[in-house]
């Protein structure tokens, strides 16, 4: 079975500043991997997702993700963040079944 | 515009009293799930659908029913709710099972049951 662990619950930052929001998963087969934005009131929306190929996966709104093997980690970065971007997020793996599994979500808040 | 629908946003219940959340999307997407999000927890699969009349349970199936008998509604019903199942319940859906596809998720539908 796979699993998602997000290792921050909750990350405040200033606008402008850089931001990394952590995911490391657990897999015994090959996953896909994702990153889903959860603005308040609203469904997830789809951010960015790893497939193959390259492991630097760049996503809407600026972000971009590092497949990591090795280390089994998915991370989420942005260079500098805006206030628009206060959201909570996903991290998910999907592997080649029907089971799209979700980590806790990291609540992102940007201040001015 | 593609998107999944589900209705309604927001209900209060009582205990007992049997409910249907509706989804439906328009992209005739495969395959449909259901999930509840609880604060810490993040998103657990309660009942999943790979096609017409194919369901099967997620996580957290207990206390709940799904149908699919056409391919673009995925009724969620609760036959006797009970104050543990208050949660926020999200309807996704993808063109198929396949791992490379990520979800469409609906907008949510806040349940409280008292």
């Known amino acids: 079975a796979q699993s998602v662990t997000q290792l921050d619950s909750q990350v405040p930052v200033f606008e402008e500043a850089p931001v990394e929001l952590r995911c490391n998963y657990s897999s015994s087969v090959s996953v896909y991997l994702f990153w889903y934005v959860q603005y308040p009131n609203q469904g997830l929306q789809l951010l960015l997702k790893y497939l193959s190929g390259s492991t630097l996966v760049k996503g809407i709104n600026g972000f971009e993700a590092e497949f990591n093997k090795s280390q089994t980690s998915f991370h989420l970065r942005k260079p500098s963040v805006h206030i628009s971007d206060t959201a909570e997020y996903f991290c998910?793996?999907?592997?080649?079944?029907?089971?799209?599994?979700f980590g806790a979500g990291t609540r992102l808040t940007v201040k001015p | 515009e593609a998107q999944v629908t589900q209705n309604p946003r927001y209900l209060i219940t009582v205990t007992g009293k049997k409910l249907t959340v509706t989804c439906s999307q328009n992209m005739n997407h495969e395959y449909m799930s259901w999930y509840r999000q609880d604060p810490g927890l993040g998103l657990r699969q309660i009942y999943y659908?790979?096609?017409?009349?194919?369901?099967d349970k997620g996580d957290v199936p207990e206390g709940y029913k799904v149908s699919r008998k056409e391919k673009r509604n995925f009724p969620l019903i609760l036959e006797s709710p009970s104050p543990n199942q208050t949660s926020l319940y999200f309807c996704?859906?993808?063109?198929?099972?396949?791992?490379?596809?990520?979800?469409?998720f609906g907008s949510g539908t806040r349940l409280t049951v008292v």
């Open positions: 659908s790979m096609n017409v009349e194919v369901t």
């Open positions: 998910a793996v999907r592997r080649n079944n029907n089971d799209m599994r």
């Open positions: 996704a859906s993808s063109l198929s099972s396949g791992a490379n596809y990520g979800y469409t």
